[in-house]
């Protein structure tokens, strides 16, 4: 069957096989390790992926909010971190989870743990979240004093229990080749190791978690670390080949596009594929180029390798623009579909809000309107 | 009452009395210079929001696809135009819209003119789209051989009805000051005239149609046109006020955001409001710096004016960071909420997906996923 031939509006298109294939490969990975593996579901944000997962055998995840950790406790997962330092405005989906489930919770500053500590009624394991160098949130590795004036403040706590360190090395997406990222996945670890180490006599329970795409999908060993929490590896997309992390072939999700205008003086093709589809992120080229996402043909059983040369250059709220080569322009007509590799999966998945396997499932998606709870 | 106090997520606040005011503005506009008012529906995307237009007389709308077409006709809007190049797979969406509405199309060029000349069973008005010089889409205004094709393709066509010129004079957005914005709008409806006057003897009923919130919030005159499209000034944002095309006191939208960390070192604050939630478009400051959204202060009824030296300074899916001055770092606790006047209201609107009042009314928003058919 072939369903991309009748699609008529932006689609995101997923190849299960391929989405199938990241997923074993990285619970492969973190057995060898003898590691956790606690994916991120912030990437795929649905039910039923998350079900591929369990039928791995992955127990633990990760997700990016408290409404995000009650759409998957629904499903039932039992044990849930929560990446982001905790909000603790959300007392009761805080209440409702640590009495439904096994529930992780993040802190990066005092305030924090004294607001917790008075609104929770059930226990809660509380992870320290460490900057290792990306800076955007997190005590800073070598605070000493501020480290170990949290970890008393948990301490004291009745009903939060110190878990151990956390961190997300989000300084992984600046780097441009395997050396770079297998320098900091060593650097990033051998931080919360020692951490650990410091720790460890006073509470020789306490892990100590990382977990990117980059470092997770480059690197082999991790055997230092507890517990590895990648996300975007699901899908993968573009930015992640930009980084090394991944080639083009791991892609497993693409946006389907109709062609509705061709611009001949300036071999510029306008699609249906806006900033509402794909997301405005980007990524700058070996030209100086802002690129939105790579252009490949659509097949009746998935899509081509990306097109050399040929990339969405401009968007707006729903228009895309198409910068390609002369050959290219005269093979795409006005009223056809082309396929969007997207430059940031995450973004686009939650954008669209549902996936169209390549057998025509539609597969579901995390509703932010919804209170799940 | 104060329903701001009790938020405990992102949530994005609308100020009805201000979006209120700033559809008669425009409605009081375009009655004094005599043309039709048909606003761009695409930013706020409401039913609801759609009937406080209608209830000051507005009677023809835009959108900018057949979907959302179909979502306002089920609202009773008769008289629709679908502002982007027509989508000739949507064949079903046209011809169920066409049989209920006033259907207003665009091309940009032959193929779509002869698909679309394939595919309709019911009587639709078609508009050329002319590039004025924003370079998107849109034939070329000096391109009298393609306009006069196009213009014969549509003649010979049974149930197409040339209806006139379109132009989307995007590069407004490019302005800075309020002389610039009408220079632009002069020039543009300049071109747009010319063509109509060129083409009236064979058509006495064409019409010319510009908008875009820059040049009509600036602009008083439009009596060379015969009517008026533009959109995001239900709610404005902080482009618009960087354009020059309105103050911050006429931004009718704010995201509600709860902070979950400090940073002394560098006067960051953490808040839970990320490219999920306003997008990832930006503006670049007087210093250089990308800027995501401006800080203000939440009151019980309302919030304040844009705290200045403070802005959302990076984003990430759910992260936010705010650049603070040291006085207000000392202001904002861990825990309590602070406001984002969103970049781009029309995205910061698609993302989040409902409105909240002032008074704690919710408001409905378009949702992507459904059918609406």
Redesign the interface.
Known sequence: MNIIAD???PTLLLDEARCRNNIKQMVKKARQSKVLFRPHF?THQSHEIGRWFRQEGVKAITV??L?MASFFAEDGWKDITVA??????????INDLAKKVNLHLLV??I??IL?LDKIVDHPINVWI?IDTGY???GL?HDDDVMIKFIVNLIEKSKLLRFAGFLTHA?NSYYCRSNDEILELHITTTEILYHLKEKYKSLYPDIKISVGDTPTCSVADDFSLVDEIRPGNFVFYDTMQVQISACTSDDIAVVVAC?V????K??NEI?I?GG??HL???FIVNDRGQKNYGDLVFLESNGWSKPIEGCFLS?L????G?LQVTDDVFEKI???E?VGILPVHS??TA?????YTTLTGNTID?FD??KDYL
């Open positions: 699609l008529c509006e912030k990016s909010s409404k982001i330092p905790v909000n603790t405005r959300e007392k009761h989906r990066a500053d305030t924090s607001n979240k800076h955007r949130t800073l989000g109709p509705v205008a061709k611009h003086d300036r306008i249906i900033g509402i997301s405005k992120d401009k707006s709220q729903e228009h623009t007509h006005t009223g579909l995450c973004m939650n954008l669209i809000g549902k998606y932010i309107r």
